[in-house]
């Protein structure tokens, strides 16, 4: 089975640009996380998509959004870039056959590095 | 707002050590995960826990938790240089609207030295 996918893998940008990131999710996975990592601030949530719907959100600022499609793909939109954006962005998937035996375990993907200059 | 913290943040070791990873948390949570990243990669599973007591193995690596505690632990036996990685402890609380959000520790830089 094919893991998470994530595209681009690498992208610089320039401050006041947006930037989308896209994400597949393992096959038969509907849920969809996405996380920002920096050295500073370590791993944290920005959102969870699931059957097309936000269903949770992080403590970022609107400029961060996202969207699912009916076949669990994800993207997320950056709209004017900051500096303090630049961070590894990382997609996580889950099964919601594994919430029924307890586990809410997320695969992750190779993650988009995102530069901002 | 959960919560988790890991120690040591960073741990240098010799081979052939032993060492043990402290995960504390702040809310009540049976279901606790440890993750691996290796420089420039993403995050691997390692162990799911999912209750009071849950003990895993898996090589040189051995994981417990201790709900009552809100305390997991990674212990390293015999550390070998391929051990070398960032460890990450996660758990999962519920956040509503059916949605269960990882929040997670800041890492423990593992380094083997031969």
């Known amino acids: 089975k094919a893991g998470v996918t994530q595209t681009p893998r690498y992208l610089i940008k320039t401050r006041g640009q947006q930037v989308t990131l896209s994400c597949s999710p393992i096959?038969?996975?509907?849920?969809v996380s996405w996380y920002q990592q920096t050295p500073g601030q370590g791993l944290q949530f920005l959102f969870e998509y699931f059957s097309e719907t936000q269903r949770n959100k992080g403590n970022f600022p609107g400029r961060f959004s996202g969207r699912q499609f009916s076949n669990s793909r994800s993207e997320m939109n950056v709209s004017t870039l900051e500096l303090g954006d630049s961070a590894l962005y990382l997609c996580?998937?889950?099964?919601?056959?594994?919430?029924?035996?307890?586990?809410?375990?997320?695969?992750f993907g190779p993650g988009t590095r995102l530069t901002v200059t | 707002e959960l919560k988790v913290e890991q120690n040591p943040l960073f741990l240098s070791m010799q081979e052939g050590k032993n060492y043990t990873i402290y995960c504390n948390y702040s809310t009540t949570s049976d279901r606790l995960y440890w993750y691996r990243q290796d420089p420039g990669k993403s995050l691997e599973s390692l162990f799911v826990l999912l209750s009071n007591g849950a003990v895993k193995q898996e090589g040189r690596l051995m994981a417990s938790l201790d709900t009552k505690a809100r305390l997991s632990t990674l212990h390293i036996t015999a550390a070998v240089h391929d051990l070398s990685a960032t460890y990450f402890c996660a758990v999962s609380a519920y956040s509503g609207a059916g949605s269960y959000q990882l929040t997670f520790g800041k890492g423990t830089k593992l380094s083997v030295i031969p």
């Open positions: 096959s038969g996975h509907r849920s």
């Open positions: 996580a998937s889950s099964a919601e056959a594994l919430r029924a035996l307890g586990s809410y375990e997320q695969y």
